[in-house]
């Protein structure tokens, strides 16, 4: 399987930098994305990982470590609409390019 | 609205009855679809389609389900016979097959299932 592990639950405190792992197994793998999903709602994209390093897009960050097996989302100046699920997905070989999904990480942003 | 678009957004029903949810992919996708996703869960693979051709089902689609793409545009999923259990999100997402594309999938709002 392509299994996908993530933290159930985060908290943290408004302007302060969260980072929220994911690991996964690392057969076949094509590329890792993050999702955002507001209780709901439709998952919206994030972040598309493939090679290793860290991608930047404004608040935003993501980084891949192939292989590790290993990603994390790092968000920044924590606002309380970030208040939502964070989603971590995996592209993998020989399937059609759907991505597997991990339960998600529920981050909780307060005052 | 050229996005993802899923009917009905709601929809309870009476166990053993049958339901069916549309999808309107976005229009030059040729990828689509079908998720399910329970409460505190990310979404379950459940179906794919290239085009007008179904390619892979999962493990989860039980023989109460179907799932078309008769001319490559919108799709339907036919959950026949509910159970309660079948109680859950089903996401639609669509995807363009292109050299350059990430695969990056665009999700629907989803159709809430309830089943009584």
């Known amino acids: 399987g392509q299994n996908i592990d993530q933290p159930t639950e985060m908290t943290a405190t408004e302007g302060a930098i969260v980072q929220i792992n994911c690991t996964y197994q690392t057969s076949g793998f094509n590329g890792l994305f993050w999702y955002q999903q507001h209780a709901g709602e439709a998952p919206t994209f994030l972040s598309y990982n493939v090679l290793d390093g860290l991608e930047e897009k404004g608040r935003f960050s993501s980084f891949l470590s192939r292989s590790k097996g290993y990603s994390y989302l790092l968000l920044k100046e924590l606002q309380m609409k970030d208040s939502a699920s964070y989603l971590c997905?995996?592209?993998?070989?020989?399937?059609?390019?759907?991505?597997?999904f991990g339960a998600g990480t529920r981050l909780a942003v307060h005052p | 609205d050229t996005g993802v678009s899923q009917d009905p957004r709601h929809k309870i029903t009476k166990r053993g009855q049958n339901v069916t949810f549309r999808c309107d992919p976005i229009s030059e996708h040729n990828r689509l679809y079908w998720y399910r996703q329970t409460l505190g869960q990310g979404p379950e693979f459940l179906t794919y389609?290239?085009?007008?051709?179904?390619?892979?089902k999962s493990r989860l689609l039980s023989d109460r389900f179907s799932a078309e793409r008769p001319k490559g545009s919108f799709s339907t999923l036919e959950i026949q016979r509910t159970e309660q259990g079948d109680s859950a999100m089903y996401l639609c997402?669509?995807?363009?097959?292109?050299?350059?594309?990430?695969?990056?999938?665009?999700f629907g709002e989803g159709s809430r299932l309830t089943v009584l």
């Open positions: 389609f290239q085009n007008e051709a179904q390619l892979e």
């Open positions: 997905a995996g592209m993998f070989s020989g399937g059609y390019n759907k991505l597997i």
């Open positions: 997402a669509s995807s363009l097959l292109a050299g350059y594309d990430t695969g990056e999938l665009f």
